[in-house]
């Protein structure tokens, strides 16, 4: 009876060696992979980092065109990003309906029955603009209003701890005063964009005439206001000239 052979050594050898190197590539792959993977982690990281970053910083710019100091909001866009959003459209929605505009004098009434808001949108200088309208109609003139649009944050601190900006505007209108001669104006501070601004103090106060003086950009943002145009006669270097003097 012969005996069996035992397999060549040589043969054992070669497969354990192809069995290592199969092994070794495979191991080699999944160390590849997994390096991707851990390398992509930070991109993908990064790249919603900086989407969040970008939405909150344009949320933040368009709430600020409501009338907001920016500087704040960025910050807050920075932080919570889209949550900005929901933010402005509850709580702060909800503070700016509750600001009402900032009497820095109460001026004097002349006993007629027709009043006259001033909007200084710009130099100060600017509101002699208004005294043709108010010669015009001097034995009716009741009140003459100065008023300036400021951001709804500058209305907000008391007048112990006023803010800078809140002190331009004060100034602004007392020197704005001195252009008017023979009337002691009522000021006001309109917290808000502007053209909301504006249309809200004549709608609640029954404004008869408007003045706005200042550079044609925001007097334009003015005039397509269509509750102003409704509500009062604009006299502005857009619209035309004021009524006849008949002083």
Known sequence: ?????????????????????????????????????????????????AAWITVGLVIAVVVSRRGHDLAPLVAIGMLFGPLLAAYAASTLARHERAIRPTVVSPGVDMGGDADVLVVVLDEPARAADAVPLVRSIWPRLHRVVL????????????????????????AALSEAALFLPDV?????????????????YVTENG?????????????????????????????????????PDDR
């Open 1 to 49: 009876m012969t005996a069996t052979s035992p397999p060549p050594l040589t043969h054992h050898a070669d497969a354990t060696t192809a069995h290592l190197a199969s092994t070794h590539v495979e191991a080699e792959g999944a160390m590849a992979l997994e390096s991707a993977a851990v390398t992509g982690r930070p991109l993908v990281g990064l790249t919603v980092l």
């Open 147 to 170: 008023a300036r649009p400021v951001t709804f944050e500058t209305t907000e601190e008391s007048d112990e701890v006023a803010s800078d900006a809140k002190r331009e505007a004060a």
């Open 207 to 243: 404004i008869d005439y408007l003045v706005a003086v200042g550079d044609t950009e925001s007097q334009a943002a003015l005039c397509r206001h269509g509750s102003i145009r409704g509500r009062t006669v604009l006299i502005t270097t857009l619209i035309g000239d004021p009524p």
């Open 184 to 200: 002691d104006p009522r000021m006001v501070l309109l917290p808000g964009r502007p053209d909301r601004a504006v249309s809200d």
